[in-house]
């Protein structure tokens, strides 16, 4: 079995690990799959043969043996479902790790997302001065109820998950705007899953990739 899956050619971050192909590569890591790796330029993602794999004409996505997914997400969720060490056996436990799962894409995502969008795409349109405040708080007010629920444990349901994985690589994206800081036990709980190997690992290789495809001078 081979697992082929798609990145930038160049991450725009430069190799931060904010590209989404970290948390598939993390996902493989943990589960130990072997996996290779298909730069994709922007304009490349926009052709007929990637839109093939990814309707939006976007990065990740992930083949194998003649499956073709797109959507971190259910990557993420493909490889936890088929592999031990992401998703726990006990039914229930189960049921909430994938709810875990949901809640980063879904509800813990979108508002941080908004902000990147605002910051970075909307700088200078005359609302966005305005605008950036709003979203922060509801950034906050999300980080604040994550928080709550976390409390002072390791991981938010017993055992770390595809759902941990994914909730911390979600909150990874707003360490430069330091609103992460803010909140202590989130800091600690994304430094937990950093410092796991297989996310080392993840992010290592992402960063030669990056760091290669640069040096190469390949757009
Ligand atoms: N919901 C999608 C979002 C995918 C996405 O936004 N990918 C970015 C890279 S992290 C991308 O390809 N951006 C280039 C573009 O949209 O043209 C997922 O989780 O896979």
Do not use: C
């Amino acid at each position: 079995m081979t697992v082929t899956i798609t990145a930038f050619e160049r991450s725009p971050d430069g190799g931060m690990g904010l590209a989404r192909d970290t948390r598939v590569r993390w996902a493989l890591e943990e589960t130990g799959q072997s996996y290779a790796v298909r730069p994709v330029s922007f304009a490349a993602m926009k052709e007929r043969a990637h839109l093939a794999i990814h309707p939006f004409g976007q990065i990740p996505t992930y083949e194998e043996d003649g499956l073709q997914l797109f959507e971190s997400g259910a990557i993420v969720f493909h490889i936890a479902s088929h592999h031990p060490g992401l998703l726990p056996q006990d039914a229930g436990s189960r049921a909430r790790a994938i709810t875990w799962v949901f809640a980063a894409l879904n509800t813990v995502e979108p508002p941080i997302l908004e902000l990147v969008t605002a910051k970075f795409q909307e700088g200078n349109k005359p609302w966005s001065k305005e605008r950036l405040p709003l979203i922060v708080d509801r950034i906050r007010h999300r980080l604040a109820q994550l928080s709550a629920r976390l409390g002072d444990a390791e991981w938010l349901d017993g055992e770390f998950s595809a759902g941990d994985l994914l909730m911390v690589s979600v909150l990874l994206r707003l360490k430069p705007s330091g609103i992460l800081h803010e909140f202590p036990r989130l800091m600690a709980y994304v430094a937990r899953g950093e410092a796991r190997p297989a996310y080392k690992r993840a992010f290592a290789a992402q960063l030669a990739f990056n760091t290669a495809e640069a040096s190469a001078g390949k757009t």
